[in-house]
């Protein structure tokens, strides 16, 4: 599956996420990226996509890192089903 260039994140109130121990791994090498990122398969509007869960990921918005699903699919999310993220 090829990925669209972007990410959806999705911000928990009143839950965590953490990565999960069988998560698949991509090595920055692998990919020419900037950092390793560890990926754990889920589902959004029907579609196959990843929860993304980068090494430096220190959150954002001032929020941990385990409070924020950054969701990767095929697709952008925002333009496709109108999802838009809110900044605060």
């Known amino acids: ?15 965590i996420f953490p990565t999960p121990k069988n998560a698949i791994r991509l090595e920055k ?3 020419g990226g900037r950092v390793s990122v560890s990926m754990a398969p889920c589902r959004i509007f029907g579609r196959k996509a990843f929860i993304l869960r980068p090494d430096t990921d220190d959150g954002k918005l001032g929020d941990s890192p385990e409070r924020i699903l950054e969701i990767a699919t095929d697709v952008g999310i925002g333009d496709t ?7 605060s």
């Open 1 to 15: 599956m090829k990925l669209y260039p972007g990410t959806l994140n999705v911000h928990l109130s009143d839950a």
């Open 29 to 31: 090498e692998e990919y």
């Open 81 to 87: 089903h109108g999802v838009k993220e809110e900044v």
